[in-house]
C-alpha cells in the first residue's frame, strides 16, 4: 500500500514570499489533515477535510494561509506571504475516516523562511 | 480547550531499562488515545491505540500503554528498552467536538544508550 506522499521535502524562501506543499493521500481514505510541526513542538492541527468539505480550520491563518482539497484526493497548502515565524516541517496525514482510526503520515515538507 | 500534555520532553536510558512516558489529557468526554513514534529520518508511525474495553493495550515492538479515565491519563511503557527504541513519541487524543479532530502533545525525545 502506497504511504502519503508530500512534495517537496525541503523548501527554503524568504519572508514575505509565497510557497506551496502539496499532499497525495493513501487511496480511498475520506479524511486529510494539515499539520504544523514547529521544532520542540507536537503536531498543530491547521485543517482537516472530510472528502473536499472542511471539517475544521479553526487554527489555520487565515489572513496568510489557505488550503484546497479539490475533488476529495489531493491537498495544496499555500503560505502567502511568509514570515520568519512560519519556518517549522508542514505534515500532511490522512485517515480512512475521521473517527477512531489511526492517522497515516507523510514525510513531510521542512520549511525555512529566512 | 482540549490538551495533551506529556510530562518529560527529553529522556534517556540505559539498554534494558524500564520506560514510562507519561501523558496527561484535558477533555471530559469520550476519547480515543494514540501513541505515535517517529524513529531519526522517518514519518510518524502508530505504536499503539485505545478505542474501547480494556484499558491496558500492547502495541508494536514491546510498547503497552494504560488508559485510566479517572486521572486523564494514557501512559506509555516497555519493561525493557533497546537501543533501537531512540525515537520521538507523541501522545494523541482524539476528541469529537463537531468533528473529531486529534490533538498531540509536545512530545517526548527518547536517548537509549547501548
Known amino acids: 500500500e502506497a504511504g502519503v506522499a508530500q512534495s517537496p521535502r525541503y523548501k527554503i524562501i524568504e519572508k514575505r514570499q509565497s510557497v506551496a506543499f502539496w499532499c497525495n493521500p493513501i487511496?480511498?481514505?475520506?479524511?486529510l489533515y494539515w499539520y504544523q510541526q514547529i521544532l520542540g513542538q507536537g503536531p498543530k492541527l491547521l485543517i482537516q477535510f472530510q472528502n473536499n468539505g472542511v471539517v475544521d480550520d479553526s487554527q489555520l491563518p487565515k489572513d496568510r494561509f489557505s488550503a484546497e482539497r479539490l475533488k476529495g484526493v489531493d491537498s495544496t497548502l499555500k503560505i502567502q506571504p511568509a514570515k520568519l515565524e512560519d519556518s517549522a516541517v508542514y505534515l500532511c496525514?490522512?485517515?480512512?475516516?475521521?473517527?477512531?482510526?489511526?492517522?497515516?503520515f507523510g514525510q513531510g515538507t521542512r520549511l525555512t523562511v529566512v | 480547550a482540549q490538551s495533551v500534555s506529556q510530562h518529560n520532553h527529553h529522556v534517556i536510558l540505559s539498554e534494558a531499562a524500564s520506560l514510562e512516558l507519561g501523558c496527561n489529557y484535558s477533555y471530559g468526554g469520550t476519547v480515543n488515545l494514540f501513541w505515535y513514534v517517529q524513529y531519526p529520518g522517518q514519518h510518524l508511525q502508530l505504536l499503539l491505540k485505545?478505542?474501547?474495553?480494556?484499558?491496558l493495550v500492547k502495541g508494536i515492538k514491546g510498547f503497552e500503554a494504560e488508559f485510566i479515565k479517572s486521572k486523564f491519563s494514557f501512559n506509555l511503557r516497555k519493561p525493557s528498552v533497546q537501543w533501537s527504541d531512540t525515537a520521538e513519541y507523541f501522545c494523541?487524543?482524539?476528541?469529537?467536538?463537531?468533528?473529531?479532530?486529534?490533538?498531540f502533545g509536545a512530545g517526548t525525545r527518547l536517548f537509549v544508550k547501548a
Open positions: 485505545y478505542f474501547s474495553g480494556d484499558p
Open positions: 487511496s480511498g481514505h475520506a479524511t
Open positions: 496525514a490522512s485517515s480512512f475516516q475521521d473517527r477512531v482510526t489511526e492517522a497515516f
Open positions: 494523541a487524543v482524539n476528541v469529537n467536538t463537531g468533528g473529531f479532530k486529534t490533538i
